[in-house]
């Protein structure tokens, strides 16, 4: 018997009819959307965010049915979406294509079965619609270094209840590692399957399995400090309902918008490792860019009107998340540029807050009517004189410690941390590369040019991110893995 078959096999149910459930569900549309672009793999990091991407755009399918399951307490909220859950949706396992199941669709296709990825979107979808504080939960299996299974944990106190309705017993598996993304009204095997009896390597890394967090090594690989960022944070559980912007719509924009950061600075290291100059303009460009006029969006949100505590929290935390960016990661990385550039201003290019709310930025909640319009320096970039080798730019533990000590950040220390060399040079003397239409400046300071966001003087570094008592950036994922493809079913 093969694994798939097994799996399928072990976690099987008899499911009960359910017709009086036909009624409360919207008409199933038959409609496929494909997360990845075109060429395109995913992280579990990624998947957890299409996760509560779709979630959050269809948990209203579930609207009729929620309140049928509230209960007395949430404990008993928490057993009764168990027990539904696995009652009248069958198991079946992902393969190469991973599949999102929106309410609709998962009720239409329940016989055939779904995987532990839609039964999470389902319990989530639940969840909000009753406003029961909750979050997605991936883990590694116990006995394996792969992420290999997600579900739902509900806060309550100091502990927590588990929804799988993989399992015959709604109980948490045994896990080494575990990761939560947060929820609020808001392609993988290895995210497919509670299973622990069976664990066979060699059938997941046939697959390339996303979940496996397998580190690619083309361009040396960017760090894994990057990952250790993540769990120096949290997104809180409260402060949901009733918000314009409220925490998990924050964690959503913080986590996708350092999926974009990752890339442009790996972009960032391809164009120095190929001497590409022209694309490491128009890359720091854009770098510069989004930064500040997300900054300068949400700063000019937060006095847009009179927020509520929840909306005004969470505002602050993405502020204080593109903070870490600009007072941190990005001087670093002009202290990187002019190690080794001879950096001029030659003109400027235009960006404001209106449209960078969608793909690839997602700074959601940016836009303002009063709009942010920043001229950013457009730079040249010519190799000095005399280098040998250019090191890579990357997160490192240095970089790391500053999350929780901005103030400790030296740049020469910085600087030193970096040890990956990313090319070398013989002979320099100065010159090479091609300019391109778009070059950019490196000694000049930009945190404060045009409309960004207002600091206090002399205040230092600030990218602590403050809400409900709890530190949250979120997100700032650096995983290069092996990946998959992710659709969803409408």
């Known amino acids: 018997m093969d694994i798939v078959t097994e799996v399928n096999t072990a976690l099987y149910r008899p499911l009960k009819p359910g017709f009086q459930y036909d009624k ?10 494909h997360f990845d672009s075109k060429n395109q793999n995913s992280t579990t990091f990624n998947t957890l965010q299409f996760m509560q991407q779709w979630t959050l755009r269809y948990y209203k399918q579930l609207e009729k049915v929620a309140p049928l399951l509230q209960g007395k307490s949430t404990a008993q909220t928490v057993s009764n979406i168990y027990t539904w859950l696995y009652s009248h949706f069958q198991y079946n396992i992902d393969t190469n294509v991973q599949k999102l199941f929106s309410p609709s669709s998962a009720w239409y296709y329940r016989k055939q079965g779904i995987d532990c990825k839609s039964y999470s979107i389902l319990a989530s979808c639940l969840l909000l619609n009753l406003k029961i504080p909750h979050a997605f939960r991936k883990v590694k299996l116990k006995g394996s270094t792969k992420w290999s299974h997600v579900y739902v944990v509900v806060p309550q106190g100091n ?4 929804i799988d309705a993989t399992t015959h017993q709604n109980r948490e598996v045994n896990f080494n590692e575990k990761y939560d993304l947060s929820m609020s009204g808001l392609t993988h095997i290895g995210l497919a399957s509670p299973y622990e009896n069976t664990y066979d390597a060699s059938y997941y890394d046939s697959l390339n399995c996303s979940c496996q967090d397998n580190p690619n090594n083309g361009l040396h690989g960017i760090s894994d400090m990057f990952s250790n960022v993540t769990s120096l944070f949290s997104t809180p559980m409260n402060c949901w309902g009733g918000s314009g912007f409220d925490s998990g719509q924050a964690q959503f924009a913080i986590d996708h918008s350092a999926v974009f950061f990752k890339g442009l600075i790996q972009k960032i290291n ?8 022209n694309v490491l303009s128009q890359l720091d460009t854009e770098f510069y860019g989004i930064v500040k006029a997300g900054l300068c969006g949400y700063d000019k949100k937060i006095w847009e009107k009179d927020w509520n505590d929840c909306t005004d929290a969470s505002i602050h935390a993405v502020v204080n998340f593109l903070k870490f960016y600009r007072d941190i990661v990005l001087k670093g990385y002009e202290a990187w540029l002019n190690q080794y550039y001879t950096i001029e201003n030659v003109s400027t290019k235009r960006y404001n807050n209106r449209n ?5 930025y997602y700074l959601y909640f940016a836009y303002t009517d009063s709009g942010c319009e920043l001229d950013i320096p457009v730079r040249s970039f010519t190799i000095k004189e005399g280098v040998t080798e250019i090191t890579q730019f990357e997160f490192t533990p240095y970089i790391v410690q500053a999350v929780t000590n901005p103030s400790s950040f030296n740049l020469p220390e910085f600087l030193n941390s970096l040890n990956t060399v990313l090319t070398t040079y013989q002979n320099t003397v100065g010159g090479g590369g091609t300019t391109g239409n778009y070059s950019d400046s490196g000694s000049e300071d930009f945190s404060n040019n045009g409309n960004g966001a207002n600091e206090p003087e002399g205040s230092g570094v600030n990218t602590g991110v403050v809400v409900g008592g709890t530190l949250l950036v979120g997100g700032i994922l650096y995983y290069l893995n092996n990946r998959k493809k992710t659709t969803a079913n409408v």
């Open 24 to 33: 409360l569900m919207p008409e199933f549309q038959n409609s496929v959307y």
């Open 356 to 360: 960078i709310e969608g793909n690839p």
């Open 159 to 162: 502990t927590y209840y588990v």
């Open 270 to 277: 391809t164009a120095v490792a190929n001497n590409e100059v």
